[in-house]
Every structure is written in structure tokens, then in C-alpha cells.
């Protein structure tokens, strides 16, 4: 599903249709598929009135609308301010590097050989190139992207080591700024039980310290502190999925954000 949410007399009306879809993004859905929401609930995974107000052009899926609102209102009151955007899917990074181009948003993308340096000379000199993109295989080793402050991950992850070395890529030595980290979770979705896993086996805050640390430090820590994905954490990934199971979220805190799309 595409992760919009209506209330239950539109519900019905769109499972009523030969063909549902959603009437936001236009995503075929199930017509027996639907995960209830309670008024709290709805009202936790709203984004804050800043964000709501910003105005996207073209139909997205409400992750990339969400990702899209975020460097837009960047844009309005940091223009200075620039963004890494990581995903573990290449396609995924094209459709965001689409939405950016209708918004008139310049970014520039990871590719292999001479083209990558042409790329972060790119990012580091132009002023109006304000988005990176980059794949968690390729974006997560070695380099150094201190020109940003912002880091939007679009995906969770069980492997704690991705998520610190993208984080990495920021927060390193030479870094003048707070860095600001921002998942994009869909909200009463596996995505949840993922997040939750993670923090389990490293809570997202112990990112914060990671910029006094070398590539070979990094790397330490993370064979001491990464554990193999467990039973119990397939457990909680299955208990997800079922209609009695009610994921709770972690609060954010400091400059991590958790952002329920």
C-alpha cells in the first residue's frame, strides 16, 4: 500500500470501485486490504503543520512526497543548508531524483568511476546543487560529504553498520553544522518493526558520536556492537503484519528525527 490513509466512508467508497486506487497517487490497491487507525494514531503520524503547508508539485507516493516537502521547506529557511538522500534501492533514487527535478530542486547522483568525483566536486562547489543522491552499497564507503547537514534515509535497515557509515558521510571531521538525520518510515507497515528491531541492537542516537572516529574505528565498533538477525527479531517483523499487533514508535530526540509518512 501506498501508506495515504482516508476515513472509514472514503475507505468504502474506494474498496467499492471495480478498480481501487488510491485517489491521492493513484496506486492500484487491494479492495480487501486496509490497516484501521485510531484518532491518536492519526493524529501522531500527521507531519507537523511547517511541513503539511509546503506545496509539492506532481503525484508521488506519500514517502516521496513526505522526503520532497522536507527539502523544500530546507530550501525556504536554510538555503544554505544541503542534504544526502540514501536508499538500498537504485529505483527508488530515481524516482525521488524525478520529483526533485519537477520541483526544480538541483541534485546530483553517485555513479562509479571519474563520474563520481565530477559529482561531489559538483556538491561541494555549486551552491545551487542541494541534494545528493546516493545507494547505501555504493554512498556508505569512504567518502567524505561534510558539505551536508542533512541526512534522509528512506528506508530502515537491521544492519546497524549502513545506517553509520551513511550517517557518516556527514557528520565528520570538518563539519561546522548539526547534523540532522531523518527516517522516513511508513507508518502501520513492516517498515515500523524494522525501526523498532534497530533500535533494539543500537538505538539511532549512538550515530551522533561517530564523527571523531576513523574508517578503521568505525569499523571496529561495529563488529563489537552488530548482532546476527535473530529469531525474536523475526518474531517482531511477523507480529507486524497481524491486525492485534500495534507497533509503538520511538520518540525522537535531539536532531534524529523518525518521520511517519
Known amino acids: 500500500p501506498c501508506g495515504h490513509y482516508y476515513c472509514e466512508n472514503c475507505t468504502a467508497a474506494i474498496r467499492a470501485a471495480a478498480y481501487p486506487r488510491c485517489p491521492e497517487c493513484r496506486t492500484?490497491?487491494?479492495?480487501?486490504?486496509?490497516?484501521?487507525?485510531?484518532?491518536?494514531?492519526?493524529?501522531?503520524?500527521?507531519?507537523?503543520?511547517q511541513h503539511a503547508q509546503i506545496k509539492?508539485?506532481?503525484?508521488?507516493?506519500?514517502?516521496?512526497e513526505g522526503l520532497i516537502r522536507r527539502i523544500v521547506r530546507l530550501r525556504q529557511v536554510a538555503p544554505e543548508e544541503?542534504?544526502?538522500?540514501?536508499?538500498?534501492?537504485?529505483?527508488?533514487?530515481?524516482l525521488v531524483g524525478k520529483a526533485l527535478n519537477v520541483n526544480n530542486i538541483s541534485w546530483v547522483e553517485l555513479r562509479g568511476g571519474s563520474k563520481?568525483?565530477?559529482?561531489?566536486?559538483?556538491?561541494?562547489?555549486?551552491?545551487?546543487?542541494r541534494v545528493f543522491l546516493l545507494p547505501h552499497k555504493v554512498g556508505a564507503s569512504g567518502l567524505t560529504l561534510n558539505r551536508a547537514n542533512h541526512v534522509f534515509l528512506l528506508e530502515p535497515s537491521m544492519d546497524p553498520a549502513i545506517l553509520q557509515?551513511?550517517?557518516?558521510?556527514?557528520h565528520r571531521m570538518g563539519q561546522t553544522?548539526?547534523?540532522?538525520?531523518?527516517r522516513l518510515i511508513m507508518h502501520s507497515t513492516v517498515e515500523e518493526a524494522v525501526m523498532e528491531a534497530q533500535e533494539r541492537r543500537q538505538p539511532l542516537m549512538e550515530l551522533a558520536g561517530v564523527s571523531h572516529l576513523s574508517e578503521q574505528g568505525l569499523a571496529g565498533q561495529?563488529?563489537?556492537?552488530?548482532e546476527a538477525f535473530g529469531q525474536q527479531d523475526l518474531q517482531h517483523l511477523l507480529d507486524a503484519v497481524l491486525p492485534a499487533a500495534h507497533a509503538s514508535i520511538p520518540q525522537a530526540t535531539h536532531n534524529m528525527h523518525t518521520s511517519l509518512v
Open 116 to 129: 563520481a568525483s565530477a559529482a561531489i566536486r559538483e556538491f561541494e562547489t555549486k551552491e545551487e546543487v
Open 177 to 182: 553544522r548539526p547534523v540532522h538525520v531523518t
Open 165 to 170: 557509515q551513511a550517517v557518516g558521510r556527514a
Open 28 to 49: 492500484r490497491i487491494s479492495s480487501t486490504f486496509r490497516v484501521p487507525l485510531s484518532s491518536t494514531q492519526t493524529q501522531t503520524h500527521r507531519e507537523d503543520a
Open 222 to 226: 561495529q563488529v563489537a556492537k552488530q
Open 82 to 94: 544541503k542534504s544526502l538522500v540514501f536508499s538500498q534501492y537504485p529505483d527508488a533514487l530515481k
Open 56 to 64: 509539492v508539485v506532481g503525484n508521488w507516493m506519500s514517502k516521496i
